[in-house]
């Protein structure tokens, strides 16, 4: 089965810095790929995905890029905010109709103002 | 947006009762809905997968007996922990899938168990 491995498992940056989070998966036939945020004792938001089909998504701080050939995946904030201190999720599924997602283990992510 | 509603967000009761949480989606029909379990610190694990009208596949190594799903709706999926015991304790998550989406995942806010 599929297996995602995610980096680092914590990360503090200061508040106005990048913050990148690296993901890598193990089945060639994984093709899409959401990020997830978790907030303290919520359930995980959806704040940006992609599909194998293109090899970037952004949409303003965040963006995502996709390495295929390398099976690998990372998710980047631009000019950080102590709001977006939270635990980080990639995950990855085969879609066609799959909606089975394997997760990584998360990041925690610290903002300090 | 999707939306989907889990309920209760906090449940403690006492070992050896059994304890049902609700997972619905509010504006939008899911023939297929995901239960997840999270314990501290870690990451999502699938328990089951519970599809309308028909019965849950469950994940290897979850006790379809102690956790048992019903989806009698396109809105509804329940998960009744059975028998709960401090183990048990942990956070449910459930998330759901639009009909006619492309496996875009909606997740529930989670609910909390503690098993005393």
């Known amino acids: 089965g599929e297996n995602v491995e995610q980096h680092p498992s914590t990360l503090s940056v200061q508040e106005g810095d990048s913050a990148v989070i690296k993901c890598t998966y193990s089945?060639?036939?994984?093709?899409?790929f959401p990020w997830y945020k978790q907030e303290l004792g919520k359930g995980p938001q959806l704040i940006i995905d992609i599909r194998s089909n293109v090899g970037e998504k952004k949409d303003q701080r965040i963006a995502v890029t996709l390495n295929k050939t390398a099976k690998h995946f990372s998710l980047h904030i631009t000019e950080t905010q102590p709001e977006d201190s939270a635990v980080y999720f990639c995950a990855a599924s085969r879609g066609a109709g799959s909606y089975q997602l394997t997760f990584g283990k998360g990041t925690k992510l610290s903002v300090i103002p | 947006g999707a939306v989907v509603s889990q309920h209760p967000s906090r449940v403690i009761c006492k070992s050896g009762t059994s304890v049902k949480i609700e997972c619905r989606s509010l504006?939008?029909?899911?023939?297929?809905m995901f239960w997840y379990r999270q314990f501290p610190k870690q990451s999502l694990m699938l328990m089951a997968t519970?599809?309308?009208?028909?019965?849950?596949?469950?994940e290897q190594g979850v006790e379809k007996d102690k956790f048992l799903i019903n989806h009698a709706s396109l809105t509804l999926s329940t998960l009744t922990v059975t028998s709960a015991h401090p183990e048990d304790s942990s956070f449910y998550i459930c998330?759901?899938?639009?009909?006619?989406?492309?496996?875009?995942?909606?997740f529930g806010a989670g609910s909390r168990l503690t098993v005393l």
């Open positions: 504006d939008f029909q899911a023939t297929t």
């Open positions: 089945d060639s036939a994984s093709n899409y």
């Open positions: 519970s599809n309308e009208g028909s019965k849950a596949t469950y």
């Open positions: 998330s759901a899938s639009v009909v006619s989406g492309a496996n875009v995942l909606t």
